[in-house]
């Protein structure tokens, strides 16, 4: 098939060299010409485990391309829009100014029976108002609502095979072959066994949003038992093993720590509640916000915990190990590493961090932090050790090497990830969250 993706991001790039690599003949479009010539040079602009790879043989087998000239979707019949939805600057909703200019420039060249599909994430009613505009400037292209599920990190892995795909169609014929083509896209994955949920649009969109809510929400309850574990001396890793044995409630994503960040879950929920509030139902989803406020307070309870243990944040050397919001990803949006990184720093603490991926994009939004491109280097002098990002190189060091190089043995372990008696056993303070 011939394919057009809309946007070069994480979600974007990703998703074009998937489908070239599933066969399809695939040009990527995105505005921002050094993305463009990256990935052009079969570069990633970003990491994502297994993205190099695919984007070569893609490239070299002559069916992916990428170009800032919107022209080129006229070469295509199914068109993939996976601009970016981020947090606006006035509020909580969805900036949906790159999705409106997407369309507005592919309704100027897309063809009778051509099938637009967006993956973006976006308010419940946003598929909808598209469909009416597309139904004026061209009548015989169909909409189509296709929400991604890709983690960063398993990207590819999570693109090529779904655990489910979700169509939301119109009712009638332009529905039902909009689905068939999309059928044909996927055609390995639905061959495979993949789910496939024909629906609505309005519901195409409420699963992405809702997946994500349910997803932020048991982080945010373990989180908050991590609270009433630190006020009664329980241990919430035990508590996270013990109820996750519970097939209903099952074990991942029980993680207790400093809390989830990144490009979705933490502006995922608050557009949904912007979004329920609009429409009258704002009460439905008000347990969100206290998810966020959960999440939230995990950070400023490792700032508390820092100064705890050194008496004071003034003048004091923290060693931070992490940057982005989650390992195998140089992703720092809203992580919560660098936000515990700027804000120690804010109050005067001397920090030095590190990331194994993710110090280039640290560097641009927090400048009054210095960066170190190896943990012994992170940790030289410092009077706390913070780990915040549970990168295998990080959870592996050796407590009894790192604790040559420190003044003083105390680390705050943000994710609970390393082993509190090996770490005492060396002479460490060890400070887990919620244990
Ligand atoms: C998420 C969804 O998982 C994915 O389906 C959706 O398409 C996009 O948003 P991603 O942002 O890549 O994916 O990260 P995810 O693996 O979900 O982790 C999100 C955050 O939660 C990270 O900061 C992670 O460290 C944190 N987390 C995760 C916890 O704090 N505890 C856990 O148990 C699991």
């Given at each position: 098939m011939r394919i057009s993706v809309i946007g070069c991001g994480y979600l974007g790039a990703v998703h074009a060299a998937a489908m070239a690599d599933l066969g399809h003949t695939v040009v990527g479009v995105d505005v921002d010409e050094a993305k463009v010539a990256s990935l052009s040079a079969a570069r990633a602009p970003f990491f994502e485990p297994g993205l190099p790879e695919v984007l070569a043989s893609a490239t070299a087998s002559g069916r992916l391309r990428f170009t800032?000239?919107?022209?080129?979707?006229?070469?295509?019949?199914v068109h993939f829009v996976a601009v970016g939805t981020p947090q606006s600057a006035e509020g909580d909703a969805a900036d949906m100014r790159f999705v409106d200019a997407a369309f507005g420039s592919l309704l100027e060249r897309v063809k009778p029976g051509d099938v637009i599909v967006g993956k973006s994430t976006v308010p419940v009613g946003t598929a909808a108002r598209l469909a009416r505009l597309v139904a004026e400037r061209a009548p015989e292209v169909t909409l189509a609502w296709n929400p991604e599920f890709l983690r960063e990190g398993f990207a590819v892995k999570d693109t090529v095979s779904p655990d489910r795909l979700v169509y939301g169609v119109p009712g009638g014929e332009a529905g039902e072959r909009a689905a068939r083509i999309l059928d044909g896209v996927y055609e390995r994955a639905v061959a495979a066994g993949t789910p496939v949920i024909v629906t609505d649009y309005a519901t195409a969109e409420l699963v992405k949003v809702a997946a994500n809510a349910f997803l932020a929400t048991k982080i945010s309850f373990i989180n908050a038992m991590a609270e009433i574990a630190e006020a009664t001396g329980a241990d919430v890793t035990q508590l996270a093993d013990a109820i996750g044995h519970d097939a209903r409630i099952?074990?991942?994503?029980l993680n207790a720590g400093v809390g989830f960040g990144g490009g979705c879950l933490p502006k995922d929920i608050r557009a949904f509640s912007a979004r329920a509030r609009e429409l009258g139902r704002g009460d439905a989803v008000r347990f969100l916000d206290e998810v966020d406020q959960i999440n939230l307070r995990r950070r400023a309870r490792v700032v508390e915990l820092v100064r705890e243990q050194a008496g004071g944040l003034a003048g004091v050397r923290v060693g931070v190990l992490g940057l982005a919001f989650k390992p195998h990803s140089d992703d720092v949006r809203d992580s919560p590493a660098l936000d515990i990184a700027m804000r120690l720093a804010d109050e005067g603490a001397i920090v030095t961090a590190t990331d194994p991926q993710a110090i280039e994009n640290a560097r641009r939004r927090a400048p009054k932090v210095a960066y170190a491109t190896s943990p012994e280097e992170a940790v030289a002098g410092a009077d706390v050790v913070v780990l915040i990002t549970e990168w295998p190189e990080f959870v592996g060091l050796d407590p009894e090497v790192i604790g040559r190089l420190v003044t003083r043995r105390s680390i705050i372990d943000g994710r609970n990830a390393l082993d509190p008696a090996a770490w005492r056993a060396a002479g460490w303070e060890y400070h887990g969250l919620g244990r």
């Open positions: 800032t000239d919107f022209s080129a979707v006229e070469d295509a019949d099952g074990r991942r994503f």
